[in-house]
């Protein structure tokens, strides 16, 4: 059985969510749970669970807590018994299999990196935003932030890892992988873009070539790589579209009794979109490449994100994705060997 | 009198919507009008407007065409007669003094650069795109497609030029300009962000740091600049999200009775909301930097957008923007002369 340590303090609505995540993910999937934190807070959550005694909950006491002002370097430097220092020391050595936070997102990036360490052969960790599209399935964008101003080597990388994810985790048989840039033709783009096409034309992924910024949501493709800015920009971006469609909505409605009725109706299906936009349904965003598993939640996560991120911590986990994405950049060496190897994809959990 | 030269042939609705909107421009606007394209096709269409004759339009005739499907390079080369060219080139002569497009932006931008020439002062002109916030007037965002690979210079140059575009034509007193980037303190963004944050902060600007992705909508900045990659991106994202937007609500809403007469209303506003996007309202995206004017609109532009733009074009033209911007360009030479001195505001035409 997995065990999952979750950082019980890290997000605007913590330790509540977290516990009820806790209590609702081992109650449905064959998985443990450790709360990390305040102990005295975790446990005052878990006693309105009568039965939570007899469930694979543990707790870990953690006297420190990272709030979302602490900087990354100082959450390192000056709370080292953190709730999420603990948790990730956890899965170091080997007590847990994964980390969950849905605390200060630059300091779990920070925080996993350097205690967990990397994957071997991995540059650079990096986050992959799970974004819901026009068709069924989500689409994995890397980078959403952790990285700017990365090399032609490291978005390849990030290629290779979320397309694994992809396969694993969203289970999509034969990942499409494609480059956000600014037109489809090849040589639309700029110089990154450009080297790192050429690079990943000559790796054994089903790379499609170029995608805009209206395809991240078309689900015409899987896997869309970018540098952390851009990736970052996006997701913000497309936050901020959907408060101003609101508005617009219903500026444009109010005007008229039908359309007060439409408006009313209309907001909860717009609630319903925002919160897909979190990402909480896809069980928040995971950090590739680091050793272990991170998963980083949306600080406003709900007990259904955090249940999710167990969720995709444990498949992570059971999955071996970490040692298929060490086989794999080891066996590519990006563009070395283009033989084609049958890929594995997920048992039918 | 300010005389505009207009494409007729660029837009997915030309000869009609430019000969609508040139004549919606003439009734209500002290203007005169070139449209220059085949002169067979642009006549049929004036010969619907009656008084046509007694109105401040004129014909140029331009046997070529330019397609969406013709590469920027291909249409200057093999196409020196097209509508566009003979436009641009009656700015360059001094027969008219702007010129407006709705045909493919990259054959707009390239010739308007090649025949008008630059600012003199400007390295490369800039797409500004305008964008609606949530707040009454709207963003301008800069670049936006025209410039990958910008250096800190050039971004600079794209804040000052945007800053007297959003004085001049938006008529904001005191334009607030940001950057986009990827956190609001100083140190988020990437190497590009921070050392151009450090030029504009020595700049007689009214800077106000980073902004994110989030920001363009919200209303509380008025000029953000960004290289074009990242403004393009956005851009299209933007798009990307107003139709997964209209998609979710319909799924969620035909769910039930209520819904399906809500989602009816709805629709309409939607359909608004991605008119918006278009630019139509806001005159089409200006090409800063060139000589003359040149205004670049959608290709889905309707007569009220051709009319908009024709209406920017000659504020743009009477305003006296360009000498504005090389005399700003020349005083401030990037820092080395940080005296505030007063900047002109529009007269109240």
Redo the contacts between chains.
Sequence with gaps: MQTIAVDAMGGDHAPKAEVEGAIRAVRSLDVKVVLVGQEDAIRQELAQYEDYRNLPIEVAHAPDVVTMEDSAARAFRKKPNSSLRVASRMVKNGLAHGLVSAGNTGAVMATAKIVQGVVPGVDRPALAGIF???KQTPVVVVDV?AN??CTTHQLAQFAVMAEIYSRMIIRRPNPRVGI???GEEEHK???LTRSVAGLLKRLDLNFIGNV???????GDVDVIV?????G??????????????K???RE??EASI??K??????K???T??RK?LDYSEYGGAPLLGVRGVCIICHGRSNANAIKNAIRVAKEFSEGQVNQLIERELARSAFGENGNHVERPLPENV
């Design positions: 819901p599209t026009m932030g700017v101003d956000l840039s600014i783009g700029n110089d805009e910024g209206s395809d991240i949501y078309a970018c540098d952390g800015f851009v970052n920009v996006a997701l913000k971006v497309s936050e901020g579209v959907v408060d101003l469609v508005l617009v909505m444009s409605l039908s359309g009725i439409g408006y009313a109706i209309a909860n299906a717009f319903a979109f897909r």
